[in-house]
Nanobody
Framework: VQLVVESGGGLVQAGGSLRLSCAAS????????MGWFRQAPGKEREFVAA????????RYADSVKGRVTISRDDAKSTVYLEMRSLKPEDTAIYLC???????????????????WGQGTQVSVSP
């Protein structure tokens, strides 16, 4: 599997919504746990959300819990991140990541991931 295209970023006002997508090529996508991370200027990369290979388990950072939903469509080899009630502090480059692992695992440590997308910019204005 290779992470090919991330899309969906943009500029929104506070309170708005965005849906990020990350498409992968290759098989078997369902064997890969997928995650989203973000990195704001001058800050370290941080975990946002992860979904297990079988799609049955998800994990979220406390900072986004209740406002973000991660999901996957294995038929399209795509993982999504739906973000609602966006805040200016959500402004960052959002990166998709993947790792082949046991199908119920949801890694939160960036060092556990072996595949990375190039990122998509999300900017939230006050």
């Amino acid at each position: 599997v290779q992470l090919v295209v991330e899309s969906g970023g943009g500029l929104v006002q506070a309170g708005g919504s965005l849906r990020l997508s990350c498409a992968a090529s290759g098989r078997p996508f369902s064997m890969y746990a997928m995650g989203w991370f973000r990195q704001a200027p001058g800050k370290e990369r941080e975990f946002v959300a992860a979904i297990s290979g079988n799609g049955g388990y998800t994990r979220y950072a406390d900072s986004v819990k209740g406002r973000v939903t991660i999901s996957r469509d294995d038929a399209k080899s795509t993982v999504y991140l739906e973000m609602r009630s966006l805040k200016p502090e959500d402004t960052a480059i959002y990166l998709c990541a993947g790792v082949r692992t046991i199908i119920w695992i949801t890694p939160v440590n960036q060092n556990e991931y072996t595949l990375w997308g190039q990122g998509t910019q999300v900017s939230v204005s006050p």
